[in-house]
């Protein structure tokens, strides 16, 4: 089973500055199939990035996935309002499927 | 317009069974694979299960291999997690989502989940 660690566990921001996730393996994940999802206190997960850098279907650019192998990462540029949140790192290049620990964007 | 709604959750005791579902609809739910995500009170996301788009392959988090079954049944658009054996530790919100592809990948739509509390 591949373990995926998040770094860091919280981030304190700004509305407009920028964020940076970072989301490690254990090992390489295979083809580099990774994704990235938004969760809000009550709701379920938002897909924002699959396959390490493509963005799901209505996700604004202001998000941007990067990264192979067993180092990944989560840009999102100018935070707004709106992307105050936890985000988890998943990985599903193997049967079975991990979820990192998340990290979560709060309002400093 | 996707929408998956989980049902089946409640209070159990422990060492009882219980049968989640998830009803399917606004798209052809025999084309995707479709995973269980649970996540605790306060706690992370927890991958669960997958079938595939057909049934022929399910992978099981080693968590809950052998007390968990997933399944489905394409003629009523409707994907099954069969709980048996339950523990304190299975309580949580229990979550099902559509897989982009056929198989196994990342996870575009997903239902407001189920409660499944374990408590005697």
């Known amino acids: 089973e591949i373990v995926l660690t998040q770094s860091p566990a919280t981030l304190s921001l700004s509305p407009g500055e920028s964020a940076t996730l970072s989301c490690g393996a254990s090992q390489s994940v295979i083809s580099n199939y990774l994704a990235w999802y938004q969760q809000k206190p009550g709701l379920a997960p938002r897909l924002l990035i699959y396959d390490a850098s493509r963005r799901a279907t209505g996700i604004p650019d202001r998000f941007s996935g990067s990264g192979s192998g067993t180092d990944f990462t989560l840009t999102i540029s100018r935070l707004e309002p709106e992307d105050f949140a936890v985000y988890y790192c998943?990985?599903?290049?193997?049967?079975?499927?991990?979820f990192g620990p998340g990290t979560k964007v709060d309002i400093q | 317009q996707v929408q998956l709604v989980e049902s089946g959750g409640g209070v159990v005791q422990p060492g009882r069974s219980l049968r989640l579902s998830c009803a399917a609809s606004?798209?052809?739910?025999?084309?995707?694979?479709m995973h269980w995500v649970r996540q605790a009170p306060g706690k992370g996301l927890e991958w669960v299960a997958v079938?595939?788009?057909?049934?022929?392959?399910?992978y099981y988090a080693d968590s809950v291999k052998g007390r968990f079954t997933i399944s489905r049944d394409n003629s009523k658009n409707t994907l099954y997690l069969q709980i048996n054996s339950l523990r304190a530790e299975d309580t949580a919100v229990y979550y099902c989502?559509?897989?982009?592809?056929?198989?196994?990948?990342?996870?575009?739509?997903w239902g407001q989940g189920t409660l499944v509390t374990v408590s005697s």
């Open positions: 079938i595939w788009y057909d049934g022929t392959k399910k």
């Open positions: 606004g798209f052809t739910f025999s084309n995707h694979g």
């Open positions: 989502a559509r897989d982009r592809l056929p198989y196994s990948s990342s996870s575009g739509d």
């Open positions: 998943q990985q599903y290049g193997g049967s079975r499927v991990t």
